[in-house]
């Protein structure tokens, strides 16, 4: 049986969440993706604020316990010209270590990303014969990565299969000094509506 790997980044993920305007329940991400094969890892990328947000904690310990090995990089804020402030953090080196250093552990590598930058890894993987799935959604995938891909997954299409059913999206969320901050994560069941 293929041995399945599953490489979530978090920010794309909910991005595209928002822009589809329902949200994905992780355990069925790792379920339906467990139908690929026998799932090896999964692993989960976000960012975080620093100090840990309560329901940041929440999610990233309700990840860990599903399964998944969650990577974590603190939000960088800077001020702009325009005096603009700006949280980022970049996981990208995160993803493509892990992936090149498991990949003697998988067959086959999901990718739920639409970004553009993991072309070249993925053609890498490929190269080294291994199948790369990338999933996200059409409008948020690069033209190259999705070229780049063995199999393209339009998670529109698998809605049923990965929705959490009934959650709305949280609004613009706040940190407890009330200054916005970026959330990669939905609001676990037991989290204020």
């Known amino acids: 049986m293929e041995r399945i790997a599953l490489f979530i980044d978090g920010a794309n993920v909910y991005a595209a969440a928002k822009r589809l ?22 692993f989960y990328y976000t960012a975080v604020p620093l100090p840990l947000d309560d329901k940041q904690k929440r999610f990233i310990d309700a990840l860990t ?12 804020e800077s001020t702009d010209e325009h005096g603009d402030t700006h949280r980022r953090a970049s996981l990208d080196i995160e993803i493509v270590t892990d992936l ?7 067959d086959t590598a999901v990718l739920l990303t639409g970004d553009g930058d993991f072309e070249r890894p993925v053609e890498v993987l490929r190269a080294r014969g291994k199948r790369v799935v990338v999933a996200s959604i059409p409008e948020m995938t690069s033209y190259e990565l999705r070229n780049a891909a063995d199999e393209y997954v ?9 929705e959490r059913p009934g959650y709305r999206l949280p609004s613009e969320q706040r940190s ?16 204020e509506r």
């Open 100 to 106: 090149l250093t498991t990949e003697g552990r998988f």
């Open 154 to 162: 339009d998670l529109g299409t698998i809605r049923e299969h990965v």
């Open 176 to 191: 407890a000094d009330n200054r916005p901050y970026y959330v990669t994560a939905p609001l676990m069941e037991n989290d």
């Open 21 to 42: 305007g329902w949200n994905f329940d992780h355990r069925k991400i790792l379920e339906y993706f467990r139908g690929y094969g026998t799932l090896h890892n999964a």
């Open 65 to 76: 316990y599903m399964g998944y090995t969650v990577r974590t990089r603190p939000l960088r």
